[in-house]
């Protein structure tokens, strides 16, 4: 209780005699006291407005002070202050009366030995009084901090109570919320609690009739198990509307039987229309709005788990010629009103059953599960749509679909290989050969091959299986060696020696071609190093490098590690390139030749006149060679326009201030043109096949080549 600390005594006592009796004889009954003694109503107030007390010890016969007063005087101070009445001699009605006016008890003097045991008990009752006063403002609180909650989250706290006959109840579900619901009228007032009752049917008649077997399931296996209930549902609302749940309760099971969940349901249903915007996202293209490549698979899988009957299925990938380029040039929202347009014309084919999905880019896929007899004329039909130009941004451009078609079950297996094979015909679409391609085995045989040498490839640029052979320029009168081309072969474990065109288009596409360019740039390099220490050439040595190379960042910055790692000057080396390499707009490439002209490299254009001859960019690039290709050579002695034309290339280039190589010259005859247009070096069998570099070195001693 108070511990050992005096009992804090306001006494009220007009005989300071009887005053210091009282005082007196509590403490010879064992009580440590502290007593404020007043004899009037100021010194009563002023007493209690100064100090602490714990009790009051007030005398009933005073005469300027009635113990009414003073009950009333403490009560209106601390309704929780005890006051005890000591008196002489009391009449019923008076002690009734100061009783009821709030004393806590009355003792005679002559029975003073009951005060201390009195007081003991009042002090007691006031401690328990107060925490009880705080324990109730704490609950008060906690109701105040319930509603609060109850009231601000998007849901329902509830406790679910089922009995044994299976009859169930609700209680704790505010009814602020249910009201949404079920008619709550029926159920407690919320105004005196949160908490109000409602009975099973009443919110089961409220669940969404779909969703009511759901929910008896989830309840029914909670029951059994008495692991948590998780379950989702709509309520109707008195609106008309519905508005989704996600309930989660806790079970446990009672003595007797029945079974008590407490849980939360939240209204989820923002959450569940987001979820339906991720998901349609997950199948549907946001760009388009046509299923994506995951949907349209799945539809396709279906399609095909469906009995055939006499149908056959047909698949057709669709893409757009030169995109790649209209993405580089015009930017994403141009891009993508063009894809919508093309999708919006697509759409318009669609026979009923038919799904038109978009993969990427301008790659669309048209699943015909039903394929007519006649697909060609559908496919004529799909070409007609896109005969009519598509207006992007104001302007008008004229694109083609390309499209390649695989069949069901004539081409393919299963979904897989529906997608793949429709997409290598699509990829074997030739526009001279018209605009669609159904596939054919053969075409696989094609993908299969370059996939090997893909993979083989690899490995043999670690095994050192790639090597090179070189092939002398000869100078067209004197005829001796001014020059020389270096040119990759794979040496095959099994296969024997490789050419190039073999394997360099698949290492182009599989971007081997980096590595397999610096190998080839390294052999050919340290193979010069040698041959000039030796004092065998004076020349730069002539590598071949593929476009792609060329768009890497760093390639100049490697090359020139090269020729730092092998002590080669950059006069050391020409770099050949193809003519589709220079007419491509790209920075990277530009950036690289400047870079490595500027260094000292030289370069020459390939294989000239046989894809774009465009003189202009030859003249904007560092190029000093031109290398006309052997096609020209050889059609140059047997069509007199063909030597016009090499006439003609050779004094343009020299105009220019540009050398000209003649490729594969065969004959003597040729020799005889060539010399006669000043050419200014010969290269071809007529002087020597490439050989390795052993072969070379002797050619390069022998200094001169008949010819
Ligand atoms: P290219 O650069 O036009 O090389 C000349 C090709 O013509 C060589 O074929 C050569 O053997 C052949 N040739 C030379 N003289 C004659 C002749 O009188 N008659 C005939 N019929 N052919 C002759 P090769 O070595 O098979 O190379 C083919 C192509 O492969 C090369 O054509 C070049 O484009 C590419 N290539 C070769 N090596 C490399 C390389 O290291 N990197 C890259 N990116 N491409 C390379
Ligand atoms: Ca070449
Ligand atoms: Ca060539």
Redesign the pocket.
């Known amino acids: 209780m108070r511990g050992t600390d005096p009992v804090r005594i306001l006494l009220v006592e007009d005989s300071e005699l009887d005053a210091a009796w009282l005082m007196e004889s509590l403490r010879r009954g064992g009580m440590q006291v502290e007593a404020h003694h007043v004899d009037n109503r100021d010194g009563v107030a002023a007493a209690l407005a100064q100090r602490t007390f714990d009790i009051v010890l007030c005398d009933y016969s005073m005469p300027s002070l009635s113990p009414l007063e003073v009950t009333l005087l403490v009560q209106a101070h601390d309704p929780d202050l005890p006051l005890i009445v000591v008196t002489g001699t009391i009449g019923e009605e008076s002690a009734v009366a100061v009783m009821h006016a709030g004393a806590a008890d009355l003792v005679l003097k002559d029975r003073i030995a009951r005060l201390r045991p009195a007081i003991e008990r009042e002090l007691a009752a006031a401690t328990t009084r107060r925490q009880n006063r705080v324990i109730e403002q704490a609950r008060q609180q906690s109701d105040m901090v319930l509603r609060g909650i109850a009231k601000n989250i998007p849901g329902i706290i509830f406790r679910r109570y089922m009995r044994t006959d299976g009859s169930l109840s609700y209680t704790y579900m505010q009814k602020e919320l249910l009201a949404d619901f079920i008619d709550t009228g029926d159920l407690g007032d919320p105004a005196t609690s949160p908490l109000v009752m409602a009975s099973g049917a009443t919110l089961l008649r409220a669940i969404h009739p779909d969703d009511r077997k759901t929910y008896r399931d989830a309840m029914a296996l909670s029951a059994l198990t008495l692991e948590p209930m998780i379950v989702e549902f709509r309520l109707s609302t008195a609106s008309g509307g519905t508005r989704w749940l996600r309930s989660q309760s806790q079970p446990e099971k009672l003595s007797d039987g029945s079974v008590q969940w407490d849980g939360i349901a939240l209204d989820v249903t923002e959450l569940k229309a987001a979820e339906a915007v991720r998901d349609h996202l997950a199948y549907f293209d946001p760009v388009t709005d046509l299923p994506n490549r995951a949907h349209f698979t799945r539809l396709l899988i279906e399609t095909l788990s469906r009995p055939l009957k006499d149908r056959r299925v047909a698949l057709l990938c669709l893409g757009l010629e030169a995109f790649a380029d209209f993405q580089d040039g015009w930017g994403l929202a141009a891009t993508d009103a063009l894809v919508r347009a093309v999708a919006d014309r697509l759409r318009q084919l669609l026979e009923p059953g038919e799904v038109l999905a978009r993969f990427e880019g301008a790659y669309f896929c048209l699943l015909l599960p039903d394929a007519p007899a006649d697909l060609d004329q559908r496919l004529w039909q799909l070409q007609a749509a896109f005969s009519l130009p598509f207006t992007v941004d104001g302007v008008q451009m004229s694109r083609r679909a390309h499209v390649g078609v695989s069949l069901y079950p004539a081409d393919a297996s299963d979904a897989t290989e529906m997608l793949q094979h429709a997409s290598t015909a699509l990829h074997e679409v030739k526009p001279s050969r018209g605009p669609f391609r159904y596939y054919a085995a053969e075409m696989t045989e094609r993908a299969v091959k370059r996939q090997w040498i893909q993979t083989e490839l690899a490995a043999a640029l670690t095994n050192d299986r790639i090597t ?2 070189y ?1 002398p320029l000869v100078h067209p009168v004197r005829h001796h060696i001014i020059g020389a ?5 794979w040496q095959h474990e099994v296969r024997g020696l490789i ?3 073999d394997f ?1 288009p698949a290492a ?1 596409q599989g971007g081997q ?1 980096v590595e ?2 610096y190998e ?1 740039l390294r052999q050919a390099l340290k193979q010069t190093a040698l041959w000039r220490a030796a004092g065998l050439c004076d020349f730069p040595i002539s ?4 476009g792609i ?1 060329l768009m890497r960042p760093d390639f100049s910055v490697r090359v020139r590690a090269l020729l730092d790692q092998t002590g080669q000057p950059p006069t050391a080396l020409k770099l ?1 390139l ?1 003519e589709s390499t220079i007419i491509r707009d790209d920075d990277l490439v530009h950036r690289n030749i400047t870079d490595l002209a500027s260094l000292g490299v030289s370069f020459a254009l ?2 000239f006149g046989m894809e774009h001859s465009v003189f202009s960019r030859l003249s904007e690039l560092p190029i000093d060679t031109v ?1 006309v ?2 096609f020209f050579i050889s059609q140059m002695t047997k069509a007199a326009e063909h030597a016009a034309l090499v006439q003609a290339i050779v004094a343009m280039s020299h105009a220019m201030h540009k050398q000209v190589v003649a ?4 004959t003597q005859e040729e020799l005889i043109y060539l010399r006669a247009y000043q050419c200014d070096a010969l ?4 002087f020597s ?2 050989v390795p570099a052993a072969a070379m070195e002797l050619l390069l001693r022998q200094g001169r080549l008949l010819g």
């Open positions: 090179l052979y092939q081309e270096a040119l990759v072969r050419p190039p065109a360099i182009e071609i397999l360019g080839v590598v071949n490098v593929s190379q050949e193809t390939d294989d290398k290709d052997r490729e594969g010259v065969e290269q071809g069998y007529l096949k490439p």
